[in-house]
Nanobody, 123 residues
């Protein structure tokens, strides 16, 4: 059974950077699309980016486009989300989630989820 664990979150000042990791175990990631989501308290879970099983990114919302980058290293069974030029409004719990092969926009289509990692952007 696929398990996902996020790491790399923390407290960072506005304009700073973080790299989040989504490490898989129980199965290899090579047949899974991975999408990153974030959720602030009281807010709807928001899709951030997605990478298909063959490595192609398919989606960036306007709020993060040009600042965040998704990549995968199947040899390490890990997907990364590079966060740059962070803003206070980026503060949220960040999750990675997996589904078969191709990315979708719907939260409900992702079968496997990590526990989340907190990103806080503040002076």
């Amino acid at each position: 059974q696929l398990q996902l664990v996020e790491s790399g979150g923390g407290l960072v000042q506005p304009g700073g950077s973080l790299r989040l990791s989504c490490a898989a175990s129980g199965s290899t990631l090579d047949s899974y699309a991975i999408r990153w989501f974030r959720q602030a308290p009281g807010k709807e879970r928001e899709g951030i980016s997605c990478i298909s099983s063959n490595g192609g990114s398919t989606y960036f919302p306007d709020s993060v486009k040009g600042r965040f980058t998704i990549s995968r290293d199947n040899a390490k069974n890990t997907v990364y989300l590079q966060l740059r030029s962070l803003k206070p409004e980026d503060t949220a719990v960040y999750y990675c989630a997996a589904r078969n092969y191709s990315c979708t926009t719907s939260v409900s289509t992702y079968d496997y989820w990590g526990q989340g990692t907190q990103v806080t952007v503040s002076s």
